[in-house]
């Protein structure tokens, strides 16, 4: 059923909103995938915080046209889903795990801010860590020095006590 001019308009309002959050688009081609793996892939970008949809290329162009993301309208063609993320690795990471146990669902293109991926780029921001594993890293390598330095002057007075404990026990012994 195809939509009149007003819901045509909210839709494009809808995603034009969720591109001016977004730091990464990818499309992906879904011909043959039944309602079942569709569900399954939106449980799972659900859970990624990724917003995917189905929409009429026409009203992806119109959605994107004046964003950072205005050059992925060469690459609308044919029945895709878009994946909409804040998060730059989320939207591909999820994609491209659908897509490696699902071979109907085709990964078509992507796009960061005034930056457009093929397919290998994509699958390669996939298998970057996410935000949080890299913030995760980050503060453990801040934190080491810290705890080396920590642990180094515990040393000092416990090898001091080590050595008193020697010689009470030395003194013990000759006595």
């Known amino acids: 059923m195809s ?13 034009s909103v969720e591109v001016a959050k977004a730091q990464s688009i990818i499309i992906a081609e879904y011909r043959g ?5 569709v569900t399954v892939l939106r449980k799972k970008a659900r859970e990624s915080g990724v917003y995917l949809r189905v929409l009429k290329n026409t009203l992806a162009i119109r959605a994107i046209a004046g964003t950072p993301f205005e050059g992925l309208s060469t690459h609308l063609a044919g029945p895709l889903i878009y994946a909409v993320s804040a998060d730059p690795v989320a939207a591909a990471k999820v994609l491209a795990d659908f897509a490696k146990t699902n071979d109907k669902l085709v990964l078509k293109a992507g796009s960061l801010p005034n930056s457009l991926m093929n397919v290998e780029g994509i699958k390669a921001l996939a298998a970057l860590p996410s935000r949080e594993e890299l913030l995760a890293k980050l503060l453990g390598t801040m934190q080491a020095p810290i705890a080396t330095f920590v642990r180094t002057l515990n040393e000092v007075p416990s090898k001091f006590v080590r050595g008193l404990a020697a ?9």
Do not use: F, P
């Not at 001019?5 to 809808?14: A, G, L, N, S, Y």
């Not at 995938?33 to 793996?37: C, G, H, N, R």
């Open 167 to 175: 010689v009470r026990d030395k003194q013990a012994e000759a006595a």
């Open 33 to 37: 995938l039944d309602v079942a793996a």
């Open 3 to 15: 939509l009149n001019r007003k819901e045509k308009t909210v839709v494009i309002e809808e995603i």
